[in-house]
């Protein structure tokens, strides 16, 4: 089973930026579509961002160009960056595959907040 470490999350103001990283235990090459995931407090988990392995990249409109995922499959990462970060965003964000596999590392927390 594939293990899954996120990282980059902190607290940031409104406006500020963070780039996540999440790393897997094995190869992602022949994973089709990887997905940054996030859950807000009281809410459910949702996907926000997901990327192909051709490139191709959808996003939620919450996040839509504000955010970029991308994957670097040679070191099996998968990254978000995120940029004009505002309150709403506070959440713990996960990396997982799309659909999901059914098992979650242990996220990374973003507090957006002055």
């Known amino acids: 089973q594939v293990q899954l470490v996120e990282s980059g999350g902190g607290l940031v103001q409104p406006g500020g930026s963070l780039r996540l990283s999440c790393a897997a235990s094995?190869?992602?090459?022949?994973?089709?579509?990887m997905g940054w995931y996030r859950q807000a407090p009281g809410k459910q988990r949702e996907l926000i961002a997901r990327v192909a392995n051709g490139g191709s990249t959808n996003y939620t409109d919450s996040v839509k160009g504000r955010f970029t995922i991308s994957r670097d499959n040679a070191k099996n990462m998968v990254y978000l960056q995120m940029n004009s970060l505002n309150p709403e965003d506070t959440a713990v964000y996960y990396c997982?595959?799309?659909?999901?596999?059914?098992?979650w590392g242990q996220g990374t927390q973003v507090t957006v907040s002055s």
């Open positions: 997982n595959g799309h659909p999901d596999w059914g098992f």
């Open positions: 094995r190869s992602i090459f022949n994973i089709h579509v």
